[in-house]
């Protein structure tokens, strides 16, 4: 398994939008089940968004916090996965992290997942 390198974090205002990325190296992710979760300060790793393909079928989740706000997205051609977040909350500050894993278990668990990414940390200010 290959790493995974988060980019696009930063710090923005509430109400604005962010964009991360998630480039793979090493492996394809276009076979697996790729994420994004995030961990604030003195919380649990959460769950935020998940996609995966079995056939022609693509399946996209997203957390409750976040669904209508933010959108996960893969570009294959580039081995990406990206993360679009919109109408940000200060309660959105964290560092988010991908990972990527085979399409078993539970997409929302975070052992499911094999690879994982060094993270990248978004702040919402308000």
């Known amino acids: 398994q290959g790493p995974l390198e988060e980019s696009g974090g930063g710090t923005v205002q509430a109400g604005g939008s962010l964009r991360l990325s998630c480039a793979a190296s090493?492996?394809?992710?276009?076979?697996?089940?790729v994420a994004w979760f995030r961990q604030a300060p003195g919380k649990d790793r959460e769950f935020v968004a998940v996609?995966?393909?079995?056939?022609?079928?693509?399946?996209?989740y997203t957390g409750d916090s976040v669904k209508g706000r933010f959108t996960i997205s893969t570009d294959n051609a580039e081995n990406t996965v990206n993360l679009q977040m919109t109408r940000l909350k200060p309660e959105d500050t964290a560092v988010y992290y991908c990972?990527?894993?085979?399409?078993?278990?539970?997409?929302?668990?975070?052992?499911?997942?094999?690879?994982w990414g060094q993270g990248t940390q978004v702040t919402v200010s308000s």
């Open positions: 996609h995966w393909r079995s056939g022609i079928v693509r399946y996209y």
């Open positions: 090493g492996r394809t992710i276009s076979g697996d089940r």
């Open positions: 990972a990527a894993g085979r399409a078993i278990g539970s997409y929302y668990d975070d052992s499911e997942y094999d690879s």
